[in-house]
């Protein structure tokens, strides 16, 4: 194990910093209406939705029928960067919404609600980070998409949960050390799958860190034909139960390709909603949260992802409220990050397919 271990202070939130999750409820007739409004909007201001799978379903289906589109982060910032439309509605978290300007500045990016963060994002502050990358010039800087923009525009790469180990094989195949932020447990993931030399940050996200080992071995004993999906935000004594260790797509395809019937699943359970779609016929069970002694905070679904809602969805469309701003300094700097990355994913997809 090459890992640097100096880096041990901790970067996971306080209680108070954690919003509550609420999810929207609404009525048949309202939520008929704000659609059709919603529609209309769309349609007359030329914009797209670009949804994240935890967001709510009702969400979730808006952009599919509208000619949005719903999927992971990487895919979010693939697809928003092709997209014709004039407008991106991003219904996800803030970094989402960030990552879609610094790749499209031209456009005009809308969020259902800009307070809308993430765990990780809030616990990489840019200045530290920066100090942090100061004292360690002599390695290759890789971001977990779900960072600020600051962050990105200090970054040499960006990474996203499926394209991460394969970046870190990359940059080990060529001798490189590796400061890897923010999250501790993927980072701690990929650098077992890579035995890279990495400096880790101490972040988390505050859904998956959730996860727990022991409760899990309970369960899939009362189970013992499922199969076991882990998001790898997890931690180690989970992530080391599964069967398939995926981004939010790994996922689910992986309930649609794999002959069982039974998948107990350790990630936001916003994605439910997509792989009941594929897969209307398996059995889904969630992973456990907590002890017998716990109480859960996220309780598997994330408070930020939560924020996003058909209610404030109409009020931006209706206002041009929540628009997105990245300061041109760090959109030029940050751009950088994020295009070896697409570059990345683009080149190995075309060697996979003069492979096939
Ligand atoms: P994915 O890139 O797998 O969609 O993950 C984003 C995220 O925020 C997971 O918590
Ligand atoms: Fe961030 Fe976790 Fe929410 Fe994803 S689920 S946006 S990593 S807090």
Redesign the pocket.
Known sequence: MTTDTTLNRSYTLEREQIPPTVVEQIEDDERAELTAKIKAQLKQQNAVMVA?Y?TEPELQILADETGGYVSDSLDMARFGNESAAETLIVC??K?MGETAKILNPEKRILMPDLEA?????LGCPADEFSDFCDAHPDHVVVVYA?TSAAVKARADWMVTSGSAVDVIKHLTAEGKKIIWAP?KYLGDYVQKETGANMLIWQGA????EEFKGKELEALREHHPDAKVLVHP?SPSSVIEQADIVGSTTGIINAVANIDAKEFIIA??TGIFHKIKESAPDKVLIEAPTAGKSATCI?CAH????AMNSLRKLTHVLETGNNEVFVDNEIIQKAKGSIQRLLDFTKEQSNKLAGDA
């Open positions: 994240h935890y996800g978290v970094f963060n993430c765990s990780l994002d779900n999250d996200c505050i859904v998956h935000e990630t936001d996220s994330c408070p930020w992802m």
